[in-house]
């Protein structure tokens, strides 16, 4: 019965125990380390990450022409396509295609035997009636022949003369003349045939000066002026210059651009009209920088533009003016003076970003500079 007792003892000393030790509470940080409620936590700080290293450079500045390209084509500085006054046979034609001519040439003469004779007649009238004027007129101041009479002379001398002036005129409609210097590109009929009133003789064109003819838009129209220059390249590689000679004030409805004229010195009409040439009109220089087409990147904006790295280390984006697309590189408007710009790694960043900035080496700066001066 003693050792039920002991055992019975024991075991209630040992539900006291237990009892005790859930009152304190304490049991709740076996196999865990967590804090009391007043202990503040432990921050553990995270490593940095690694800011990603980009080339940047200070290119050259320079002062660059701005070129306006415009697609276009060359043509005649005057074309006169040739027709008759009058129906007839064809008499006399001395021109052929090729031929240069000056204003006031003889292209073509009708058939006009009968107008010839009236003219010649015409001549011989006022001949007369001149020196019927002539006598009276002598014999009216000597008072031998009475006013009315000499008034009669004198009418009779004026009427002469406005029948040869409209015999003369009726003649010259059988007459096709060059109505200015040029040369004859188009004969449309052959000696001897018979042609109507208004049938088409020949074509002549005026190739001093050679037009370059385009459209420019309306974004550059404010760049360009009556009297630049420009250069326009033909089709067959040749490069002449000119000056800007026209820009209309009034934009093609369906493209929104503005024609525009070069006229190019062509005094031997070695360029002919209607050949595609390339014109570029080279307007006022603007403060510039050369940079490889590489850098220029798109913008959250979709804009295009560069990448740069200010005085905080920050990435910021610069939207470009493109004054010139060269074969050394581009010609960029619109940059800062201070301004750093990414040449390597500018696709990797993003603006606001933190870099670390490296400069570009000796190699790329002599380029840099190289390529700014092949511009002047």
């Given amino acids: 019965m003693s050792k039920i007792r002991f055992h019975k003892l024991a075991a209630l000393v040992v539900l006291v125990g237990f009892a005790a030790w859930m009152g304190t509470g304490k049991f709740s940080s076996v196999g865990s380390a967590q804090p009391s409620p007043d202990e503040k ?34 043509e005649a500085n005057k074309r006169a396509t040739l027709a008759t006054r009058a129906a007839g046979i064809i008499a006399e034609l001395p021109v052929k295609q090729g031929d240069h001519i000056k204003q006031g040439d003889l292209v073509l003469m009708l058939d006009a035997e009968e107008k010839t004779a009236a003219v010649d007649t015409a001549k011989a009238v006022l001949v007369q009636r001149k020196a019927e004027w002539e006598a009276t007129e002598k014999l009216m101041k000597a008072g031998s ?15 002469a003369l406005s029948q040869l002036q409209a015999a003369e005129s009726e003649l010259s409609r059988n007459q096709v003349k060059a109505p200015f210097d040029g040369v004859v590109d188009r004969v449309a009929v052959e000696l001897g045939s018979s ?11 005026n190739l001093d000066p050679i037009l370059g003819k385009g459209e420019i838009s309306e974004r550059d129209l404010r760049y360009v002026k009556i ?60 403060d510039a920088v050369m940079l490889p087409r590489s850098v220029v990147t798109l913008g959250e904006n979709g804009d295009l533009g560069i990448r740069a790295v200010d005085g905080a280390s920050k990435v910021v984006f610069y939207p470009i003016d493109l004054v010139d697309d060269t ?50």
């Fill in 227 to 286: 009297g630049d220059e420009a250069e326009v390249k033909l089709v067959n590689g040749e490069v002449v210059t000119g000056k800007v000679r026209y820009i209309s004030r009034d934009a093609t409805s369906q493209t929104r651009t503005f024609p525009v004229e070069i006229a190019i010195p062509n005094a031997d009409g070695a360029i002919p009209a209607g050949m595609t040439a390339e014109i570029t009109v080279r307007a006022k220089p603007v």
């Fill in 327 to 376: 074969q050394n590189g581009l010609v960029l408007g619109g940059i800062p003076a201070t301004a750093q710009i990414i040449i390597a790694g500018q696709d990797l960043v993003k603006e606001g970003d933190e870099v670390k900035a490296e400069p570009a080496n000796e190699a790329v700066l002599k380029k840099l500079a190289e390529d700014a001066t092949g511009t002047q």
């Fill in 145 to 159: 022949v009475a006013k009315l009479q000499a008034d009669s002379a004198w009418s009779n001398y004026q009427t």
């Fill in 41 to 74: 936590p432990v921050q553990t700080e995270q490593p940095k990450a690694p800011l990603r290293t980009v080339m940047v450079v200070a290119p050259p500045r320079l002062d660059h022409a701005r070129a306006i390209r415009i697609s276009g084509q060359t």
């Fill in 195 to 205: 042609v109507i009133q208004g049938g088409e003789v020949a074509t002549i064109l």
